[in-house]
Nanobody
Framework: QVQLVESGGGLVQAGGSLRLSCAFS????????MGWFRQAPGKEREFVAA??????NYADSVKGRSTISRDNAKKTVNLQINNLKPEDTAVYYC?????????????????WGQGTQVTVSS
């Protein structure tokens, strides 16, 4: 069983930065693909970034201003987003999975956190 808990969300001015964290509870953390997704009101949950042994992947919407990292010893995953934009406003979810789909696919992930709200003001 795996449990994920996100933290670090909040209200940020446009142009600011935010660092989201995800705490992984379970075994074999290093074997999991770890991803971040977000969902804005009225929209589908969309891929943001992911990291695994196979590499790192970013959505075009955050590429160049985001950094995903993981600490296998601490079993945590972080997502740093710089130059935040109002369109970044969403609930951000941490996900863990061992699926064979691409890192950007929700089908790859087996476990999801409860989410943390990110609100970017103009």
């Amino acid at each position: 069983q795996v449990q994920l808990v996100e933290s670090g969300g909040g209200l940020v001015q446009a142009g600011g930065s935010l660092r989201l964290s995800c705490a992984f509870s379970g075994l074999t953390f290093h074997m999991y693909h770890m991803g971040w997704f977000r969902q804005a009101p009225g929209k589908e949950r969309e891929f943001v970034a992911a990291i695994s042994w196979s590499g790192i992947n970013y959505a075009d919407s955050v590429k160049g201003r985001s950094t995903i990292s993981r600490d296998n010893a601490k079993k945590t995953v972080n997502l740093q987003i710089n130059n935040l934009k109002p369109e970044d406003t969403a609930v951000y979810y941490c996900a863990a999975g061992t699926g064979r789909a691409t890192l950007s696919s929700k089908a790859t992930y087996d476990y999801w956190g409860q989410g943390t709200q990110v609100t970017v003001s103009s």
